[in-house]
């Protein structure tokens, strides 16, 4: 099956400054790529996502890159507030079914004031 | 309405209780989701619905047993639980294959 591996666990930046968080995949025919936030004790959002026919997708601080051949995708935070703390997670779809997610073992993000 | 909802928040049970978790969605998306999470873990999948049919199940034991009955609700019945099924339980749903959206979880205590 999929896997899906995440670094760093840990990440701390100072406010105002970019974070990078990186997954890799194992199952060529995965094609959707989507990043989800958790707050402690909340639901996980889904904040942004990529499909395998894209290289890279941003919204407004938030930018996603997909390598395919390279089986690799990161996030990329500008500009981070202190409300973006948080866990991050990657998941891919598995056996190419994007309903069939894998995720990564996440991401905690702290940005200092 | 663009949420999901989920109810109980919070659950404890024994053993040998018999309790099902209950999921809303009125957005009208055709797929569901049940995910176990323990703490500091991602979510891991337990099933899916497709078109109120069941389509994926995760090798999940049959102490977990999910049911959908129309659309708009997915339910999981429990039964002689272990104290190693002690989570969050979250529910998903989604319109397309893509995009989808969790809702609160409820955390489940097995005592």
């Known amino acids: 099956g999929e896997n899906v591996e995440q670094h760093p666990s840990t990440l701390s930046v100072q406010e105002g400054d970019s974070a990078v968080i990186k997954c890799t995949y194992s199952?060529?025919?995965?094609?959707?790529f989507p990043w989800y936030k958790q707050e402690l004790g909340k639901r996980p959002q889904l904040i942004i996502d990529?499909?395998?026919?894209?290289g890279e997708k941003k919204d407004q601080r938030i930018a996603v890159t997909l390598n395919k051949t390279a089986k690799h995708f990161s996030l990329h935070i500008t500009e981070t507030q202190p409300e973006d703390s948080a866990v991050y997670f990657c998941?891919?779809?598995?056996?190419?079914?994007?309903?069939?997610?894998?995720f990564g073992s996440g991401t905690q993000l702290t940005v200092l004031p | 309405d663009t949420e999901v909802t989920q109810t109980p928040k919070h659950l404890v049970m024994g053993m040998t209780n018999k309790k099902s978790l209950k999921c809303e969605q009125h957005m009208g998306h055709r797929a569901m989701y049940w995910y176990k999470q323990k703490a500091k873990k991602p979510p891991e999948l337990m099933f899916v619905?497709?078109?109120?049919?069941?389509?994926i199940n995760e090798s999940v034991p049959s102490r977990f047993s999910p049911e959908c009955p129309n659309s708009s609700l997915l339910n999981l019945h429990l039964h002689a639980l272990q104290p190693e099924d002690s989570a969050l339980y979250l529910c998903?749903?989604?319109?397309?294959?893509?995009?989808?959206?969790f809702g609160p979880g409820t955390r489940l205590t097995v005592t």
């Open positions: 619905y497709s078109y109120e049919k069941l389509s």
């Open positions: 998941a891919a779809s598995g056996r190419g079914s994007a309903r069939q997610l894998t």
């Open positions: 990529i499909r395998s026919n894209v």
């Open positions: 998903a749903s989604s319109q397309s294959p893509y995009e989808q959206y």
């Open positions: 199952d060529s025919a995965s094609n959707y």
